[in-house]
């Protein structure tokens, strides 16, 4: 059942220093009842993320097997039940991270010319690489949404002194860059990102909230209730589903933060980050399921990891350093442990597409909806190779991509050509971006 009366897609639930956003609904514009009305419309919005972990993979325990088909290596088996969803690239490189004249380097070139293909200046103060793709398409796109891209990570960004071999800690911290000496500091604490996504700025009301432990839908009940009177049977079912959803995020936040000020209950603790990398990771990942979910924003960047970052992970028996392990030498316990930690990195990738698959929308799910990159800027980290990258996407992009498959390229493919035609798909076409030399033609059904 839809009600006569329509609600504007732009519509959010405020009170007390709050702006909620809302998922697409049936009673919304015109052009939204008629997406509701046709599975096959394309008129969704498409969804971008960019997943970067550090320090390379196994490469023969990563990598699909050979041929068009898609075949999941060892390492992915986790993404096994979403494989029909799944594309794999393989002969991508970034040639402007190898070191050329500039020596070592590696972890800083892999990080900054993840998603921007350009040379970084190596130099611990003035900064240069290039506008990072997300950017390139948050520049087009972003207007049509409340912000117009959000960038997470799990460990916080250093953008001043040296963090590897005389290059800066921005370009090991950040792959997200606005303009070629600006990166786009990535938020680690969920609180803040959350405030993000639904606060209005109001730091006092903010705090009035925050005083009265106030959920962000109690703030936004009257709202609610008066929106309630205008929807439909399937509407009120998504609402509460959304609702159901934001709260148990709010809970786990709050279960993080009551961690934090055990010890030390007299002092007030600033809002923090949780100290384990499985549920700080998921939060974030709940966090861009929820922007994506609202239109908060269709451009989200998500660092599991600094370029170079050598955070142990003794949860999957793993106690040495992950940048450390990275330089195995062969060595069969370092190679199994790095294998470990890749599969338990693509552990935290499911767990992503996963939720973006529970959200219905027309048509489809919102990860059908989406275009998802996953990946590092470093193949064998042993030898710090730059190429055959290990590359995932996942999403239709609004059929946009013909997924299950495996797209083999010539060896020394610009990366950058993927950027162009992720470009294109979300609306955000470029003449170039790094040192592209064409478009990724094999990636798109047209």
Not at 4 to 17: A, S, T
Not at 99 to 117: E, I, P, Q, V, Y
Not at 236 to 243: A, L, V
Not at 275 to 299: C, G, I, N, P, W
Request: with cysteine; aromatic share 4%; charged share 25%.
């Amino acid at each position: 059942m839809i009600h006569n009366q329509q609600i504007n897609r732009r519509i959010m639930l405020r009170g007390l220093g709050v702006a909620m956003g809302l998922p697409l609904l049936e009673a919304m514009t015109p052009m939204a009842r008629s997406v509701m009305a046709s599975p096959s419309s394309k008129t969704m919005p498409t969804r971008m993320a960019c997943v970067f972990f550090p320090n390379g993979v196994i490469v023969p325990k990563w990598q699909p097997a050979k041929g068009p088909e898609l075949v999941l290596g060892e390492s992915l088996q986790a993404l096994q039940p979403l494989k029909h969803k799944l594309t794999m690239v393989s002969g991508l490189a970034l040639d402007n991270g190898r070191a050329k004249k500039d020596g070592a380097g590696d972890h800083a070139r892999a990080g900054s010319t993840f998603l921007t293909a350009a040379r970084p200046v190596k130099t611990s103060t003035d900064i240069k690489v290039g506008v990072s793709v997300d950017q390139l398409a948050a520049q087009q796109i972003g207007q049509e949404t409340r912000l117009a891209s959000i960038e997470l990570g799990v460990l916080g960004s250093r953008n001043a002194g040296s963090c590897d071999s005389g290059y800066s800690c921005a370009y090991s911290s950040n792959v997200s860059w606005r303009s070629e000496n600006q990166p786009a500091a990535k938020e680690t604490v969920p609180r803040l990102a959350f405030e993000r996504l639904f606060g209005t700025g109001d730091n006092a009301a903010t705090r009035e909230r925050d005083f009265y432990r106030k959920s962000i839908l109690d703030v936004v009940a009257q709202d609610a209730r008066k929106l309630d009177k205008k929807l439909g049977t399937t509407d009120r079912r998504k609402i509460d589903e959304y609702f159901t959803g934001v709260r148990e995020l709010e809970r786990r936040i709050e279960m993080t933060e009551a961690e934090d000020r055990k010890g030390v209950p007299d002092l007030e603790l600033p809002h923090g980050r949780p100290k384990q990398f499985v549920e700080h990771a998921d939060l974030m990942s709940d966090l861009m399921v929820v922007a994506f979910q609202t239109d908060a924003t269709r451009v989200a960047t998500f660092m599991l990891d600094n370029a170079g970052g050598n955070r142990s992970y003794p949860d999957i028996g793993v106690n040495d350093g992950h940048h450390q392990i990275s330089h195995h030498s062969n060595h069969e316990g370092k190679v199994a442990n790095l294998q470990k930690i890749d599969a338990h990195l693509a552990e935290r990738l499911a767990y992503f597409l996963q939720k973006l698959d529970s959200v219905q929308e027309a048509g489809g799910t919102l990860l059908d909806h989406s275009m998802v990159l996953y990946g590092s800027g470093l193949s064998d980290g042993n030898r710090h190779r730059h190429e055959d990258l290990p590359i995932v996407i996942a999403g239709g992009a609004r059929g946009r991509i013909k997924t299950n498959r495996h797209i083999e390229l010539g060896e020394e493919t610009p990366m950058a050509n993927l950027f162009m035609s992720m470009l294109d798909i979300v609306g955000a076409p470029v003449e170039s971006i790094g040192d592209s030399t064409g478009r990724l033609d094999q990636l798109t059904t047209s």
